[in-house]
């Protein structure tokens, strides 16, 4: 089966890929960014690979690169947690809409869209399912809103004749990532195994594997109601507790001293503006406000519509950290 999936270049893209070939499809690969594949992957595929380079925007090229394609994997998001950003704003809105006009337009039996656990507005603690109420607020970062408004655009597309659906991942990590731009909770995962991270922060959050993510978008391209979300979570685990786990697999010492929250909320405004020019959003208020939420992932939708279920935390971390030494991350 000829498959697309834009973003192919990104974390979940590349899961998402590697499993696709593995299942001998015909992938059209749609990226600005041609990606690498680890020799692994190429190496025990069934399928075979084209890369396409589009901007997704452009709904007249998009539908040119999804001539003969069944199925559309939709991707590409740009992640912002500021309260404005054009940007994110136009690609994870419009870029959805794009895509899915597209799709209807060559035909293509299925597109399955990524939405975001970030799309639903939950409370502190509170428990998450897809009835859950919606990130309309306009004090929530350009991203949560964004996303949400993205499954509206696909929405409309449906009622024209589209059939799609939006899977909502929560918090990716694991194999297969890219070694030389890791994704927020792999790099932080990694430092730990190196015995670099002396202090972390002990929140709860849940964890989902990327293999598992990709495997529950191709469960719902086949099991999948039209219209309908699924959230695609994994395990409510202790990031600090993680990270110790990462470091005792490499025999190295793990974080020792537990940060409270509202300690790194105070020294936010200070260290923020600095991180920021270094192109990252880690101190920002939206980044420190969903380390503080810990919500609770009700999943029992995908599990029992489309037989999704992750494996546990522990084994995802020890293979997360047999790839940082097959990639010769953990090198002094």
């Given at each position: 089966?000829?498959?697309?999936?834009?973003?192919?270049?990104?974390?979940?893209?590349?899961?998402?890929?590697?499993?696709?070939?593995?299942?001998?499809?015909?992938?059209?690969?749609?990226?600005?960014?041609?990606?690498?594949?680890?020799?692994?992957?190429?190496?025990?595929?069934?399928?075979?690979?084209?890369?396409?380079?589009?901007?997704?925007?452009?709904?007249?090229?998009?539908?040119?690169?999804?001539?003969?394609?069944?199925?559309?994997?939709h991707l590409v998001a740009v992640i912002s947690l500021r309260q404005k950003d054009p940007l994110a704003e136009l690609v994870n809105i419009q870029g959805v809409g794009s895509v899915a006009r597209a799709a209807l337009r060559v035909g293509a039996r299925r597109m399955v869209n990524c939405g975001s656990l970030a799309s639903f507005d939950y409370e502190r603690l509170g428990t998450v399912d897809e009835g859950s109420k919606r990130a309309t607020d306009p004090k929530l970062p350009i991203y949560h809103r964004s996303k949400y408004l993205g499954e509206v655009?696909?929405?409309?597309?449906?009622?024209?004749?589209?059939?799609?659906?939006?899977?909502?991942?929560?918090?990716?990590?694991?194999?297969?990532?890219?070694?030389?731009?890791?994704?927020?909770?792999?790099?932080?995962?990694?430092?730990?195994?190196?015995?670099?991270?002396?202090?972390?922060?002990?929140?709860?959050?849940?964890?989902?594997?990327?293999?598992?993510?990709?495997?529950?978008?191709?469960?719902?391209?086949?099991?999948?109601?039209?219209?309908?979300?699924?959230?695609?979570?994994?395990?409510?685990?202790?990031?600090?507790?993680?990270?110790?786990?990462?470091?005792?697999?490499?025999?190295?010492?793990?974080?020792?001293?537990?940060?409270?929250?509202?300690?790194?909320?105070?020294?936010?405004?200070?260290?923020?503006?600095?991180?920021?020019?270094?192109?990252?959003?880690?101190?920002?208020?939206?980044?420190?406000?969903?380390?503080?939420?810990?919500?609770?992932?009700?999943?029992?939708?995908?599990?029992?519509?489309?037989?999704?279920?992750?494996?546990?935390?522990?084994?995802?971390?020890?293979?997360?950290?047999?790839?940082?030494?097959?990639?010769?991350?953990?090198?002094?």
């Amino acid at each position: 089966m000829r498959v697309a999936v834009t973003g192919a270049a990104g974390f979940l893209g590349l899961n998402l890929v590697s499993a696709l070939l593995r299942d001998g499809h015909e992938v059209v690969a749609i990226d600005r960014v041609r990606g690498a594949l680890p020799a692994s992957v190429t190496e025990s595929s069934k399928g075979s690979l084209r890369w396409v380079s589009v901007d997704i925007l452009d709904e007249d090229a998009v539908a040119v690169a999804l001539d003969g394609v069944e199925i559309v994997h939709h991707l590409v998001a740009v992640i912002s947690l500021r309260q404005k950003d054009p940007l994110a704003e136009l690609v994870n809105i419009q870029g959805v809409g794009s895509v899915a006009r597209a799709a209807l337009r060559v035909g293509a039996r299925r597109m399955v869209n990524c939405g975001s656990l970030a799309s639903f507005d939950y409370e502190r603690l509170g428990t998450v399912d897809e009835g859950s109420k919606r990130a309309t607020d306009p004090k929530l970062p350009i991203y949560h809103r964004s996303k949400y408004l993205g499954e509206v655009e696909l929405l409309r597309v449906v009622d024209a004749g589209l059939d799609a659906l939006s899977c909502n991942p929560t918090g990716i990590y694991g194999p297969i990532d890219h070694p030389g731009r890791l994704s927020r909770m792999n790099q932080g995962l990694l430092d730990a195994a190196l015995g670099k991270l002396p202090a972390s922060v002990p929140t709860w959050f849940d964890m989902v594997d990327a293999r598992d993510v990709a495997e529950g978008f191709l469960l719902a391209a086949e099991k999948g109601r039209t219209g309908h979300n699924y959230l695609l979570g994994g395990h409510r685990h202790n990031l600090f507790d993680a990270q110790v786990l990462a470091a005792e697999l490499t025999g190295r010492r793990g974080p020792r001293i537990k940060i409270p929250i509202g300690a790194l909320r105070a020294v936010a405004p200070f260290i923020d503006p600095i991180t920021r020019k270094l192109g990252s959003e880690s101190f920002a208020p939206a980044a420190l406000e969903n380390l503080a939420m810990s919500p609770i992932v009700d999943r029992s939708k995908a599990g029992a519509e489309l037989g999704y279920e992750p494996r546990p935390t522990e084994e995802t971390i020890r293979d997360l950290v047999a790839f940082f030494e097959a990639e010769g991350l953990l090198e002094a």
